[in-house]
């Protein structure tokens, strides 16, 4: 009777297979159909066709030429198994290739073309790759964390057809990196089309194994089922099916858009061996059709509860099959619960939605999905969001770190926990976070103190882009090892291991991190002061933690205050007072930050504990020593008063050589003849010392008084000033065209839409029509109210206007086009602000954080193009922008800032691009990192000529300009102590401040005619 059932089982799964039919989306196709019912109809004890040898090389032919022409046909076949897509055509693309076949292939492929050229071409390819496999090698030798010499390796060994050679590759991989679906999915797809015996269909099992710990991927496990269906007539076959398909609905079930294909291809496997039993159902005894029979259509009943209760998407179409399909209706519990889950679904639509409208990444939809799971509290959908999420933002190190610290609190699951901190340091291997939570978990769950340290050899191997990285992960290494340590006894293994690896480390820290870096990244020296902590207050051992102290103030910590007090304390608590004596002593004669501080806890001490001798020596030694900080703080006040008071002199020096050439010129041209725009331009921002030419103030026909264009007040002249001179242009239209605009009425800058403007700056003073130039540019943002282009009363354009719009969210959109290219020149565009109002406002659209996705470039040559540097730059990883850095004029400047994708990317780049030449140029690469933006300091004490020290004097938001000198000669100014408020900002004096320090500055005769002069 058993016999005659398996017969028929497999039969009925022959028929049912083949003539049933399902979408390719939401169930398995018929080709997979076909796959289960042949599998099911094929006995355990048939032995599995083995396959023949390949055709032989002709005799005249020579031995290497027959193997290349073998492994060329091979590799063919191999693509073309692998590469079919997932179809009717299932049943072919998982049979061997035949003899035939390679024959069929090898005789069209001489029949294409000559055995000379054939020959000539392949070998030509053939030595191309095998050039590049060995490159490909070489640099995996030197840095095994390269992801796409990986990729790149695999697929021209598969092209080549190196099937021990892919092997080793993708294994070497798959141990450093979590392989995506598509790399597993083709790797199962090579072996199980090679798959030969029993033991190759175990060594396929491995790798379905590891493929689906990797990430959670719905189309693994359905490719699992399906082979698994496979083996279904060997010895426990079919409760190794249900086994896989029952993982699956573990990992994968809860997928509200891909879990529906698990459960119907569960269920319908089931429903095939409900149909094989059918035929014999009546012929059966009532036990045995129990045992059967009912307990196979009961184990469909229950598929269907359990998947009617968890929210799916098109869960009617699945609750209208179990109508259907029951012979009895549905209980009331089934529709309870589907009522349930169908409300469940509408609260979870929104963030499914939200996903399937945005494109990948989708880091935040999948940061507010997550935040909605986790309100909610359910462990399986919270690992599952989470899971999904990480499939698409698997170099998220914050995503890593969050999902670890939440199976660290919640599930504390060793092996769920473990799994994930090691998918985490395969996915993101240059955060250190990550490598030391990996630590802490190992140690939290017990894990063997060798495979803790081999760990902690793989995180020192990972290639971390900072020094400070690697002293991270010494010291979570070093405090795992602590606590391992019994300090109770007075010597043990652990103590001599965790003193070896202080040792070690800071030998490491010395050697490899500040040969790499140019620095060890502990300036401190914070492990050597554990270490020193350790040894006092442990190990009572204080003659060791001297010695270590000693060696922390002979690398440059001496100077530092907190560092002698802390050695201070230690001494107090672990050591005596002739030692606290010693310390203290040593840092008043070396701190050079707080003295003072040094100074008053060494006389407390004393006053406490020493003798009246011990308080008379402290006290000389402190007063002799704050006298000499106090002379040397005079001095280098003096030295940089000095220093400034010559960098003052210097750029009077300078003005006052500008002011006579422009007198001379102004003698020697006519009023009323037109100056060459470059040569102004040249003399506005051509200051070495920085500082912008002041502009006397007047009202133009849109300056926007204190707004962004402070610095570029018109020229507006005394009465007739505007009036025509006759001189000889040389152009009759351009001096028509400037008369024009000299004649424009004068319109006063309304300030209350400056939120709905934007000045544009950094135009070209040759534009002609500037407002017909710019119009199309900005009416792509919005609709465009007026554009008011500034001219000078020459009628000359000034190289800035003011662009009003309709809506303040068009202003916003034209933001976008600052640095935009105009006529050559990079166009600034900024929000128009009064800076009378807001005088600390300044507008740079770049982070200056440290960004370790992006890279600085220097030393590049002038010459190099944006195209030809991200050419060079696409090699390492996907570039998302690339920006050349340029003077105002739209020169470059030889620095580039290049965004790659993530950091593991951009630390890959570093290491292959540094150092590079371009063009005859060794540039340099780093992680972009820009220096802190410098604050405005506080006013600076100098000397004046004759009198005390005083306040450097402060300057308003325009800087140091003409308009803020004081115009009333000095014959007639009088002392005041009171504040003085100046033109474009305070200038503010001390209470204190005599009338000398008061005064204006003196000048000469010459020096105010020349003053005079400037009109």
Not at 544 to 553: P, Q, S, T, V, Y
Not at 851 to 856: I, P
């Amino acid at each position: 009777m058993a016999r005659k059932w398996g017969c028929d089982q497999a039969r009925v799964l022959d028929d049912f297979y083949v003539s049933g039919s399902s979408s390719a989306e939401g169930r398995p196709g018929s080709h997979w159909k076909r796959k289960m019912a042949t599998a099911a109809a094929t006995s355990a004890s048939e032995p599995e066709t083995e396959p023949k040898a390949g055709p032989k090389a002709e005799g005249e032919e020579d031995d290497v030429k027959a193997a290349r022409r073998r492994r060329k046909v091979f590799s063919r076949a191999v693509a073309t198994a692998t590469y079919k897509t997932v179809g009717p055509g299932w049943d072919q693309q998982e049979e061997c290739v035949s003899d035939s076949d390679v024959e069929e292939c090898a005789e069209a492929s001489s029949a294409e073309s000559s055995p000379g050229e054939y020959e000539w071409e392949y070998d030509e390819e053939e030595e191309k790759n095998q050039l590049e496999i060995e490159r490909l090698e070489e640099q995996l030798s030197i840095n095994i964390y390269d992801y796409n010499c990986h990729v790149d390796l695999i697929r021209l060994l598969r092209l080549e057809g190196e099937l021990t050679k892919v092997r080793m590759a993708r294994q070497k991989m798959s141990e450093i990196f979590p392989l995506t679906e598509e790399l597993w999915l083709e790797w199962l797809h090579d072996e199980i089309s090679m798959a030969m015996d029993g033991l190759d269909r175990e060594h396929v099992y491995e790798l379905f194994e590891r493929a689906v710990k990797d990430y959670i991927c719905p189309n693994i496990w359905l490719e699992y089922g399906q082979y698994s269906v496979g083996g279904i007539g060997q010895k426990g076959g079919l409760e190794k099916v249900r086994s896989v398909f029952e993982r699956a609905l573990s990992s994968v079930g809860l997928h509200m858009t891909k879990g529906l294909a698990i459960w119907e291809a569960y269920r319908e496997f089931e429903s095939a061996i409900v149909e094989a039993a059918r035929p014999i159902a009546d012929f059966l005894s009532p036990f045995d059709r129990e045992q059967t029979f009912d307990s196979q259509l009961e184990k469909i009943h229950s598929l269907f509860r359990r998947q009617l209760a968890v929210p799916l998407y098109d869960m009617e179409a699945t609750f209208a099959e179990y109508e259907e399909w029951s012979d009895d209706p549905v209980p009331e519990l089934v529709i309870q619960n589907y009522n349930k889950a169908l409300q469940q679904l509408e609260k979870y639509k929104p963030y499914e939605e939200a996903l399937l409208q945005a494109e990948a990444p989708r880091l935040a939809e999948y940061q507010a999905y997550i935040d909605f799971e986790m309100k909610i509290g359910d462990p399986a959908r919270i690992q599952l969001i989470f899971e999904r999420a990480l499939v698409e933002n698997c170099l998220v190190p914050d995503l890593w770190i969050r999902y670890s610290q939440y199976l660290d609190r919640q599930l504390k699951v060793k092996d769920l926990v473990l799994s994930v901190h090691s998918r985490a340091v395969r996915n993101c291997p240059w955060t250190v976070a990550l490598w030391s939570r990996y630590l802490m978990a190992m140690e939290r769950h017990g894990v063997d103190h060798g495979e803790i340290s081999v760990t902690f050899e793989k995180a020192l191997n990972a290639g971390f882009i900072q020094a400070t990285d690697y002293v991270e992960i010494w010291q979570a290494y070093l405090d795992y090892l602590r606590r391992r340590v019994d300090f109770g006894q007075d010597s043990s293994k652990e103590l001599e291991e965790l003193r070896t690896a202080f040792t070690r480390a800071l030998e490491y820290l010395q050697q490899e991190v500040e040969e790499r870096f140019n620095e060890s990244g502990d300036p401190s020296c914070m492990i050597m002061q554990n270490w020193a902590r350790i040894e006092a207050r442990l190990c009572n051992n204080m003659q060791k933690a001297r010695e270590l102290w000693d060696n922390i103030m002979t690398k440059g910590n001496a100077k530092y205050a907190n560092m002698w007090l802390e050695y201070y304390n230690l001494e107090r608590a672990h050591g005596d007072t002739q030692h606290c004596r010693k310390a203290l002593h040593r840092a008043v004669q070396c701190t050079s930050d707080y003295p003072e501080h040094v100074c008053e806890v060494l006389l407390t001490m004393e006053r406490t504990e020493g003798t009246l001798e011990d308080w008379d020596v402290a006290v000389q030694k402190t007063e002799t020593r704050l006298a000499r900080v106090r002379e040397q703080r005079m001095k280098a006040a003096e030295k940089e008063a000095a220093l400034v008071q010559q960098e003052e002199e210097k750029a009077e020096q300078r003005k006052r050589v500008r002011a006579e050439k422009k007198a001379l010129k102004k003698k020697k041209k006519p009023r009323g003849a037109d100056k060459p725009r470059e040569e102004e331009d040249e003399k506005e921002w051509g200051d070495a010392d920085g500082e912008q030419p002041a502009k006397r103030r007047r009202l133009e026909n849109s300056v926007a008084p204190g707004g962004p264009a402070a610095g570029m007040e018109e020229d507006t002249g005394l009465a007739g000033k505007n009036a025509a001179v006759d001189v000889e242009t040389p152009s009759k239209q351009k001096e028509k065209a400037a008369a024009l605009k000299r004649d424009m009425p004068k319109v006063p800058h309304d300030s209350s839409k400056d939120s709905i403007t934007v000045f544009v700056s950094n135009l070209p003073y040759s534009m002609v029509e500037p407002e017909v130039k710019l119009r199309p540019l900005f009416e792509a943002c919005g609709e465009v109210a007026e554009i008011r282009p500034i001219f000078s009363n020459r009628g000359d354009f000034r190289g800035y206007c003011y662009v009003q719009f309709k809506d303040e969210k068009s202003a916003l959109q034209a933001l976008e086009l600052d640095r935009k290219s105009v006529e050559g020149r990079p166009m600034f565009v900024s929000p128009c602000v009064d800076k009378s109002k807001n005088p600390d406002f300044k507008v740079f659209r770049y982070s200056t954080a440290l960004e370790k996705h992006k890279l600085f470039i220097s030393g590049l040559p002038f010459s190099c193009t944006k195209e030809e540097l991200e050419d060079i730059c696409k090699a390492h990883g996907t570039v998302k922008e690339l920006r050349l850095v340029t003077n105002r004029a739209g020169k470059p400047k030889g620095l580039a800032y290049v965004e790659y994708e993530n950091e593991s990317q951009a630390s890959q780049a570093v290491m292959k691009m540094d150092g590079m030449t371009i063009k005859e140029n060794v540039i340099k690469v780093a992680i972009s990192n820009p220096p802190q933006r410098k604050v405005p300091e506080k006013p600076e004490v100098r000397k004046a000529p004759g009198g005390p020290l005083v306040p450097r004097q402060m300057y308003g938001a325009r800087g140091k300009g003409r308009t803020q000198l004081a115009l009333l000669p000095r014959a007639l100014q009088r002392p005041t102590t009171a504040s003085v408020q100046a033109e474009n900002g305070p200038s503010p004096h001390p209470a204190g401040a005599t009338s000398k320090a008061s005064e204006a500055p003196k000048m000469s005769n010459a020096d105010f005619a020349k003053l005079l002069l400037r009109k």
